[in-house]
């Protein structure tokens, strides 16, 4: 059986990019692997977290992602920092990439140039060395991600072939996957901008556990173009093009047969607004139940970590005998 990996930081409110990039497919690759899923709380920590918000967020986020789909009996589910082998390895995989390495990463770019007066962690630098090391753990063959996490998965795979030249074959070199739709939903009212949560309350982006009414207003006031023909056409109609990918994400019909269906912007709105409201609820009632009982959550996290840390010490005193450490 193949082994499936993916992480999520408890940051912030989940988004439909999130959902839609990532956690579908995730709920879908449980089925046929052996999936192994964490919420990545030391990756939270690269931005200043208020402990209480953070502890807070951990347990609803693993909620949130057994309300979507995720079976705790079926998949491993865990929290990171429950797993000490993650820094531990996350140490050797930071002497295993290069300084130009990490500075040519998008993601650190556009959080560390976001806010010039914002304190930058050194940890926001290394954080692709953490991620390889979550990933190579597990000696993953598939990690279901939004399309922003190509770069990412892309150095995981640089850093493990290093490292397998380097001292011996140690690691499995993994493959990304990304869904052909939904793998970058934009913000709504900057569709030149992935949505995202680290963003707070926005009115460009939809959460999991917003409001049905909610929802549909920020749908209807989506900005899309002065024109008023429905294409898809990314370049030239991001607004547009967005609202047909998240339909087609919800619906599974490609965007440009979708795009045939519609003559002007009010309709393609309302029915994608009801598609992702109809998507959302179930997902919604499921979390509701089960945020009245935060102590089983954390007894079900704590499982999946005793269960994780089974192959994460293989894996890890695979690694230390290879570079030379002592047993
Ligand atoms: P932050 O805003 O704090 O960076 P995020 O919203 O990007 O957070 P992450 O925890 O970093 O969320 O990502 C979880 C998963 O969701 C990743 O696989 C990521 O690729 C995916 N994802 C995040 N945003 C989007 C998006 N707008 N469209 C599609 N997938 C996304
Ligand atoms: N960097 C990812 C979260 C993440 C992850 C991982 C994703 C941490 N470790 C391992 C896949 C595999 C993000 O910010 N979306």
Redesign the pocket.
Known sequence: MKRVF????P??D?????L????VNWSKMQEDNDAVYCV?DL??LT?PQEPDVLRKNTVELAQLLIAVGIDPERSTLFVQSQVPQHPQLAWLMECTVSYGELSRMT?FKD?SNRDTTKFVSAGLFTYPALQAADILLYDTDFV??????RQHVEITRDIAERFNSRYGETFVVPEHVIPEA??????LQKPDR??????GESPGTVFVLEDPKKIEKKFKRAVTDSESDVRFDIAEKPGVSNLLSILSACTGEAPEDLASNYEQYGPLKTDTAEAVIELLRPIQARFAELQSDPAETQRLLRVGADKAQVVAGEVLARAKRNIGLLA
């Open positions: 993916s992480g999520i930081q940051s912030g989940l988004h439909l990019g999130n839609l990039g990532a956690l990545v990756h939270a931005l993601a959080k279901p991600v939004g399309d922003d996490q939904g793998a970058r939903v934009m913000d992935k949505m995202s949560k680290s963003e």
